[in-house]
């Protein structure tokens, strides 16, 4: 019988659609199972068929657990927001809106052809106002909160007003900017500015001045992984160091918690890694150093104040406040010339440029504490402001970057020693090697002598010991247009939140997307955007009068800010009164699966447990964590093809020939190539491109052939293989079972479009086994042991195979078994039917065809999966080998039920096992149960 994919595949989405038939039920009687793709970002290029590699694994998975009886909720939505789009509206005047909308459009379209069994009636898109009216709102709880270190949770800000109302900053734990202290009537007596601007130095979500990394040629602040090389990733623009008013997200006061909350999470090791690395907690001390001739100090945390007696000369980070009152006027123009360089790299780039030091001498010499030697102060762009305090002593006989720095401006190397004798072996005379004998160290161990410089520091006033993290605040300001706008106005300076009753702060029209003539962002091009305090509304600009109208915040949000709370709307995404229903949330819970990409290992997936866990201790969610299992899938890698240019040409020479010519390799799109061959269509390459219409060919064989690598499958490589050509003409189902076929999950693996017809061809086989020619032809006759030994057999292989997420293996299992059906030609009802299920989670569209055809008026989606019955897989008999003196004589059938000495028994009086004995006495026996028989004689 004709297998028509395109037939089935279409009534089958179509009957989907209409039938709502992956609609999920709130219905909180059934267990639950949430199973999530990361948030896609719709970009204009549509799908490859490497991006629908982690959407068929987490499809497989959620039709598994339908088929085992769970509620599963298994959704999908856009990250709308962002750059792209923005920068396409700046290039063609259209509205990011519009953009959006046709990318999301054809990214609907792709995914529905392939089949996934999503909950289209919860799509969220983080650009709908509906949906930002409430990141607008967490941002707005997060404004109003602080964080309390005795409780350990986030609090109301009301809490901490009434704390200084009663007593001041006394006993205070907080996580704050600065340390304040203040009594309560002080409290009382500060005018409102004032008590706002303190209230800042507490809030979750506060404005402070921040080094960022601006791009003056998009206008915007870029987040770390949106630089690379000191360049914007889009466009490729230079991006700079610099000092900025932006709102930041006090992430770091969750550090202990986030790096705690791992051990409770199923996640790859090597994903934790990054974000322990990330997080970077490490425990020393807080140590304060006077600077000769000033008021100043430089305070400094080290992990190894044991070692502060060989601490030689000190290092600010270039945009330490510090380094503007202490530099000297002779060493000014070499400190500003040195920061003006340094700004230009990322923070991302010096933390990475571990070999070359650089550095300036500001001209001033802090005093060790302890020695009372003075100490040169530098500025070096290793030392980084958001670390610790933005300066280190540093310790070159110690350090492997303090040292390489002490030796580029010939500066002293002491060596800390610990033992009488180390004293009387080291060397005073070498510069590179001078002894510094401790009272507090002399004969201690590392960590007892850590403990005893702690004490000695604490005992002197001049420090104390601590635990710092590397994480810092996340900033969360974007001098943008299309994202979301942050609800706040300015009332004398002070930020305010808007009421939450004006929510959504809709996203205004302007006529440039681009900054303003005076450097404000894009939403100072808006007209009407201000707010009347008095009425409660957004007005005209022209209104603003700083009495009863206010200017509202040009910054919008940072793409991160829709994406870390999605999982949370999809549970209840149409209610309008809260983000959430407490009960929907305490039903749905925690993701059971969430698959996606690596790269997100430390933003998205840390701010949405920031945010998550800060929701939970504002009591509107239970759980602690949002992710509990996660898969990171590798990447579908495409076939580059390249033709070979003879430098100062426009000739192309063969690839075999390259050899003899001086050329240069370029992407050729592979759509030009002849078929699936490396042989490239040198008309279609001429009319490919104008720059290619005159093109000249040397060529071997009278054929042109192109290089071939595989790489990232990336539209800049013209290696992108469209998922819509495959499913036309393979079908969606072959598809979904090729990318599981090629290689585990995790892995990255190259595809291969010849690999299809393989897959192709079982898909063929599997349809007919369930016709006789062109008639349906199932047979509802009992079937054999046989018939259900390979039914059982693929039971247990693939349920192991899908909750070890091992779906390659499965499909190889498919294959074997309808190869063996086949062959001993089974119709069997009782076979074919739970076959059809079996395979349904992989290949849905035409075990739902199947399952029509057996006569069922319900979907396939919602039978139970198959039982496994071990008693179909216990063998009646067994062939057993058997061995004389370690050679293998013969083989015999014998029963599996029979015991070791039975089986000994029936083998010695075996005809061929007589004239191998010939009369003699075997000395030893040894029979291995249901695997084989050794005789020694």
Request: proline letters at 5%; a negative charge.
């Amino acid at each position: 019988m004709f297998y028509d994919h395109q037939q089935i595949e279409k009534k089958w989405q179509k009957y989907w659609e209409e039938n709502q038939t992956y609609k999920t039920s709130d219905n909180t009687d059934k267990p639950k199972f949430y199973v999530l793709d990361m948030f896609p970002y719709p970009s204009g290029a549509g799908l490859h068929v490497g991006h629908p590699l982690g959407y068929i694994a987490s499809d497989i998975y959620a039709r598994y657990k339908r088929h085992q009886g769970f509620n599963v909720l298994h959704p999908v939505g856009y990250d709308s927001f962002g750059l792209p789009a923005e920068q396409y509206a700046i290039q063609t005047g259209q509205h990011p809106a519009i953009t959006t909308e046709q990318n999301i459009t054809r990214y609907e379209e792709q995914l529905r052809k392939i089949g996934f069994s999503f909950d289209w009636s919860r799509e969220v898109r983080t650009s709908d106002a509906s949906y930002y009216k409430w990141t607008q709102w967490i941002f707005i709880e997060l404004f109003h909160s602080w964080y309390n270190k005795d409780t350990d949770k986030a609090e109301p800000i009301s809490s901490l007003i009434k704390r200084f109302e009663e007593k001041g900053t006394e006993g205070l734990n907080a996580n704050q900017n600065d340390e304040l202290n203040f009594t309560a009537e002080e409290w009382k007596e500060a005018s409102e500015i004032d008590k706002e601007d303190i209230l800042l130095n507490y809030r979750l979500a506060y404005r402070a001045e921040t080094t960022v990394n601006w791009c003056p040629a998009l206008g915007t602040v870029l987040a770390n992984d949106e630089v690379k090389d000191g360049k914007s990733e889009r466009g490729g623009f230079p991006v700079f160091q610099k000092k900025m008013m932006q709102w930041s997200m006090r992430i770091s006061a969750y550090s202990e918690r986030l790096l705690q909350g791992l051990k409770t999470l199923d996640w790859p090791q090597p994903l934790k890694d990054s974000q322990e690395y990330w997080i970077g907690k490490s425990q020393g001390a807080q140590v304060r150093f006077n600077v000769e001739g000033h008021d100043e100090i430089v305070e400094v945390f080290t992990t190894r104040p044991d070692t502060i007696f060989g601490a030689t000369f000190m290092v600010l980070a270039p945009e330490n406040p510090l380094v503007e009152t202490i530099t000297t006027a002779e060493q000014k123009a070499e400190v500003d010339s040195y920061i003006e360089e340094t700004s230009k790299k990322t923070e991302r780039d010096r933390m990475a440029d571990v070999k070359n030091v650089s550095g300036a001498f500001t001209g001033s010499y802090a005093l060790n504490p302890f020695s009372g030697e003075r100490m040169p102060i530098y500025i070096s762009d290793y030392v980084l402001m958001g670390y610790g305090t933005g300066a280190v002593m540093a310790v070159p006989a110690h350090d492997e970057r303090d040292h390489r720095f002490a030796k580029k401006f010939n500066l002293e190397i002491k060596k800390v020693v610990e033992t009488e004798e180390d004293v009387q072996e080291a060397s005073f005379d070498s510069k590179d090697s001078v002894c510094v004998n401790s009272d507090f160290l002399n004969g201690l161990n590392y960590n007892d002598a850590k403990a005893l410089i702690i004490s000695a520091i604490e005992k002197k006033g001049i420090g104390h010991g601590t635990t710092n993290y590397r994480q810092r605040d996340a900033i969360f300001s974007r001098q943008r247009y299309w994202g979301e706008p942050v609800p706040i106005y300015y009332k004398d300076g002070m930020p305010y939140t808007l009421p939450t009753s004006a929510l959504p702060l809709e996203l205004p029209e302007v006529e440039k997307y681009l900054p303003t003539e005076d450097g404000d962002p894009p939403l100072g091009n808006a007209k009407t955007f201000a707010w009347d305090e008095a009425n409660q509304k957004v007005v005209d600009t022209n209104l603003i009068d700083e009495k009863t109208v206010f200017p509202l915040e040009l910054s919008t949000m940072p793409g991160w800010a829709g994406s870390s709370w999605y999982f949370l709307r999809y549970m209840d995404p149409k209610n309008e009164e809260v983000f959430t229903k407490k009960e929907l949330s305490d039903y749905w819970g925690q993701v059971d699966l969430y698959i996606g990409g690596s790269e997100h290992a430390t933003g998205h997936l840390l701010y949405s447990r920031f945010w998550n866990m800060f929701l939970k201790d504002r009591g509107y969610i239970n759980q602690d964590e949002p992710f509990q299992k996660l898969i990171n899938q590798g990447m579908i890698l495409g076939m580059s093809a390249f033709v070979y240019r003879v430098d100062g040409t426009n000739q192309y020479v063969s690839k075999n020939l390259a050899k003899d010519y001086t050329t240069q390799a370029i992407h050729v799109d592979v759509s030009l190539l002849k078929g699936t061959s490396d042989e490239l269509d040198t008309q279609a390459f001429k009319a490919w491109r104008p720059d290619y219409a005159d093109a000249e060919f040397i060529l071997e064989d009278g054929k042109y052939i192109t290089g071939r690598e595989v790489e990232k499958m990336s539209k800049s490589k013209y290696n992108v293989v469209n998922p819509d050509d495959i499913c036309n003409e393979y079908g969606a189902d072959g598809l979904r079972l090729y990318e599981m076929f090629l290689g585990p999950l995790e892995q990255s693996k190259p595809w291969n479009t010849q690999g299809l017809s393989g897959v192709y061809g079982f898909l063929k086989k599997f349809w007919n086994l369930y016709f006789d020619g062109d008639t349906f032809s199932v047979s509802d006759e009992e079937p054999t042991k046989a018939e259900y030994k390979v039914l059982h057999t693929l039971i247990k292989k693939v349920v192991y195979d899908i909750e070890n997420f091992s779906f390659n293996t499965s499909v190889s299992s498919f294959m074997i078994a309808v190869n063996e059906l086949q062959k001993i030609k089974c119709n069997k009802r009782n076979i074919l039917e739970p076959l059809a299920v079996i395979i349904s989670p992989y290949a849905p569209h035409i075990c739902e065809e199947l399952w029509r055809l057996l006569g069922h008026q319900d979907s396939i989606e919602f039978e139970k999966f198959p039982v496994l019955n071990e008693d179909y897989l216990v063998e009646d008999e067994i062939l057993y080998p058997v061995s004389v003196n370690g050679r293998m004589k013969f083989k015999i059938s014998l029963s599996a039920q029979l015991s070791p000495k039975e089986v000994e028994e029936i083998v010695l009086k075996d005809e061929k096992m007589l004239q191998i004995l010939e009369g003699k006495t075997p000395t030893k026996i040894i029979v291995v149960p249901h695997r084989i028989v050794n005789i020694v004689i």
